[in-house]
């Protein structure tokens, strides 16, 4: 089933997984726009150490930091880093900086610290639990949108599933009811949709399939559609469909296009790759739709790559007509 995501954008918070490389930063962006469009006010948030998404909008960004920064219309972006979430936390309990300052560096502290499994997932988590929760002087949400930029699967998986084992293995305290409110947020599908990005080819299409079953199953989170990113267009029009057949035929009989053109052979040969690229590709969209069992939304390859606004308008364009694309 191929459609438009249009309803994705109603959620609080949607958080984009896939494998590396599929397109996921992209992905963030492309929402974040599309989410503008629409009128929302977006927080788009990135996290680790990286800042992708706003190099995508401006040429030389500053950075936008922990604090975020807007940079478009309607769209903040933010980068969460760990250290700084939970110096930020450490902050609001203790209340004392200079004391915070002195915990996190302690060596001790933080030998500690990167032993123990789950509480960067955590920490980050509750970050954005604490940025959905944010009002306005009005009292309506600081961000109609969240978009997290997850890291990718395996690691996303794992980044999803710290509240619930926190819940699960810590009796009480505070601790167990910051888990259990960001579990509570998170395992709620009005509120909150996980969004797996997929590449049209082989292992790409069945690690997807894999990871929706582990996120539906042992996470517990909503997952309604996945993107399948980067699909290859079909490169003739109805008339030519057959363009590749003609070319073949006239390199074999020796025949030539033009003189400024290349011999038809090269032309045969590039006509019939693009051809096989576009049927592999729509063959593996076919493939993740009956693996997963979810609508799909596809977004096209851009032949240039995605690299500023204008390519991240063309792709939530695309969004937004879904089968379309
Ligand atoms: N639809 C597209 N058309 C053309 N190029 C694309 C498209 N989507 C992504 N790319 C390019 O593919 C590369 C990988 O994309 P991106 O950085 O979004 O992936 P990622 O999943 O976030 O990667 P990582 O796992 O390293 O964070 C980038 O160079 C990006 O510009
Ligand atoms: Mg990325």
New binding site residues.
Partial sequence: MLDSGRSLLERRLIIVT??????????AATLAVASARAGQRVLVVEVGRDE?IPRLFAKNPKPVGYAGRRVAPGITAMRIDPFEALSEYLGLQIRVQSVVDLVLNNAAFRQLMSATPGWRELITLGKIWHLERMRDGRGRPRYDLIVV?AP?TGHGVTFLDAPRVVVSAVRAGPLRRQAFEVETLIEDPERCVLLP?ALAEELPARETAELVERLTGEVGVAVERVIV??VVAEPFSEQLADLDDRLSRLAASGGSVHPELPASSTLALCASYLKSRSALNRHYVDVIGRLTGLPLTL????TN???TSADLET?SSAFFRGADA
């Fill in positions: 896939g494998k590396g490389g599929t397109g996921k930063t992209t992905v992708q930029d990718a990005v990113n980067a977004l096209p390859q851009l790559g995605v690299r792709l």
